[in-house]
């Protein structure tokens, strides 16, 4: 069964935190953070038989919408969450009349650019040494929104 997609709540914070801190390619964040999300961005989780199994945030920002984290619990990885979650926050873009999404990603994190690719992203510029620990160039991803083209 796949997965609703929803936005987040407060009540969900612990949860998101719960499947961020494991994963080594999130960005890690205060709980503050994901609240200050939650209120003012823009959040949605993938729930499946009532449990939190992934996340997407994202800012807007003049109009430009910039993806913050994109994060699948590890025992719910490679079924398809991700790509549900992606089309689900391009689709609330494109209705809030986003002129694009923009991103970022590690270099070393193929996965992860396999997926904005198949969304439609594409490389526009790199940050180099962007990253610490290890130092690594971040990849900059940008997609046009429907109301752009």
């Known amino acids: 069964m796949p997965p609703a997609i929803r936005s987040a ?3 969900d914070v612990p949860v998101i935190l719960a499947i961020e801190q494991p994963s080594v390619n999130a960005a890690h964040w205060p709980e503050e953070e994901y609240l200050k999300l939650v209120k003012t961005g823009v959040v949605l989780v993938a729930e499946r038989a009532g449990k939190v199994c992934g996340f997407v945030c994202a800012k807007a920002v003049a109009g430009e919408w910039e993806i913050e984290n994109v994060v699948v619990a590890p025992e719910s990885l490679r079924q398809g969450i991700a790509d549900r979650l992606m089309r689900a926050l391009i689709k609330q873009a494109e209705k809030g009349a986003a002129s694009r999404i923009l991103l970022e990603v590690r270099e070393s994190n193929r996965p992860a650019q396999r997926l904005y690719e198949k ?22 991803y940008g997609r046009p929104c429907e109301s752009e083209k």
């Open 9 to 11: 709540t407060l009540d």
């Open 119 to 140: 969304h439609g992203f594409r490389e526009v510029g790199r940050r180099r040494q962007y990253y610490t620990s290890p130092p690594e160039d971040a990849i900059l």
